[in-house]
């Protein structure tokens, strides 16, 4: 049988958004380490580690604490096959290309569904349904869609981030909200 073992640089990433999920919706320590059965996963100073970015040998663990928040791990993909997608996304966002957005979004929405399930695909997944919602429909992020963008763009390198630091900042502007408390927006590398 063929063991399959989380990336060393996917774990400290899976650690980071455990840390954001779990302060994201409002959980203690204590309800991250509990599985649906009421058992233990691991103790509260190896969650804390692992959220720390230190690496723990045994991926049962990053799994079960996945499972907590209905993700899993996928061992066979890896979200870098889709940087070209999201880059031209962004070529396409820069130019307020909204034909090509909405059909390069779609498309990407469309070939990523079947791995909406999976950490770091699933925080891809729900940048695109951002901007389409946003490109289609001038829906614009309300705060609680601001702290997700916001918390996500710090722990994942994703094309995608520039077209999401865009919204963020138009989603404050929008919500009255201060925008330096988000993102420091001269950090920006693109033209959007």
Not at 82 to 101: A, M, N, P, Q, V
Not at 123 to 145: M, Q
Request: charged share 30%; glycine share 2%; net charge negative.
């Amino acid at each position: 049988m063929v063991k399959f073992e989380i990336d060393l640089l996917d774990k400290k990433i899976i650690g980071q958004l455990l840390r954001f999920y779990r302060i994201y919706t409002k959980r203690t320590q204590k309800d991250m380490i509990i599985n649906e059965y009421g058992n233990q996963i691991c103790s509260r100073k190896t969650l804390s580690l692992i959220e720390s970015g230190e690496l723990i040998a045994l991926d049962i663990i990053y799994e079960e604490l996945l499972y907590n928040l209905r993700l899993r791990y996928n061992y066979d993909r890896c979200i870098d096959e889709w940087y070209d997608k999201f880059s031209t996304l962004l070529h396409y966002c820069e130019y307020y290309d909204i034909d090509h957005i909405l059909h390069k979004v779609s498309s990407i929405l469309d070939t990523l569904d079947k791995y909406k399930d999976y950490i770091i695909f699933h925080e891809a997944y729900i940048f695109c349904k951002i901007i389409k919602k946003y490109y289609a429909y001038h829906v614009f992020p309300d705060k609680n869609t601001i702290q997700y963008i916001s918390g996500i763009h710090r722990i994942l390198d994703l094309p995608l981030n520039e077209i999401m630091i865009d919204l963020l900042f138009k989603g404050c502007v929008r919500n009255e909200i201060d925008y330096e408390e988000y993102y420091n927006f001269s950090q920006a590398k693109n033209i959007i």
